[in-house]
């Protein structure tokens, strides 16, 4: 059984299961079917009303503050120097900032604040670290659709600070690739004749 129950079947509204059928039906795994009923713990439509929306998140069940805290935290990890000299949440002081790097190490932080950030150094260096004992200290003080968002987030912050490390984006050479209009919003096939350059 996964770490997380998946919610029965009978408990999803009935659009997530039509798009599960029909992603199985066209090629996709049984197991997604599973994964599924587990993300599906964070669909949800009530956002909450706590003053401390993160504009990037606006729908995010997790705080505002939270949130910034894990940005910043995986643009470090991720060597993301934009996103780590950005500061979109008031509450995310300098102070606040400076011991990111070594969240283990500060006093101050609230246990979710806490976990979310240990969670978040796991998923970034070595995720098989993230085993039962992670998961039932997650649920001590986070509800399971936070639990889903928390990683989700995760997952696709450190992707991007990732992927934007690699871009160079403070970089004073010359660009690998220049600017081309023709290239803005389309496909190779769209662009060039079927078969030009053997590249399909």
Avoid at 24 to 29: E, Y
Avoid at 150 to 166: A, D, E, K, Q
Wanted: glycine share 8%; net charge negative.
């Amino acid at each position: 059984m996964p770490r997380i129950e998946p919610l029965p079947w009978e408990a999803l509204p009935a659009r997530e299961r039509q798009r599960m059928e029909h992603s199985i039906t066209n090629g996709g795994s049984p197991a997604d079917k599973t994964a599924t009923r587990i993300l599906a713990y964070a669909l949800h439509d009530h956002v909450p009303d706590d003053g401390d929306r993160h504009f990037n998140y606006p729908r995010h069940l997790l705080s505002g503050k939270l949130l910034e805290m894990l940005r910043i935290r995986s643009a470090q990890l991720g060597g993301c120097e934009p996103c780590m000299d950005a500061r979109k949440v008031d509450s995310v002081t300098e102070d606040v900032v400076a011991c990111l790097i070594s969240p283990s190490l500060r006093g101050d932080l609230s246990v979710r604040e806490a976990r979310a950030l240990e969670f978040l150094d796991m998923l970034a260096t070595d995720h098989h670290k993230i085993d039962d004992a992670v998961y039932r200290g997650l649920s001590e003080v986070f509800t399971t659709a936070e639990i889903i968002e928390l990683g989700s987030t995760c997952g696709h912050m450190i992707g991007t600070h990732r992927f934007i490390h690699t871009l160079d984006p403070y970089g004073d050479g010359d660009p690998v690739i220049g600017y081309d209009p023709a290239q803005v919003g389309v496909t190779w096939a769209e662009l060039n004749d079927a078969g030009l350059n053997g590249a399909e």
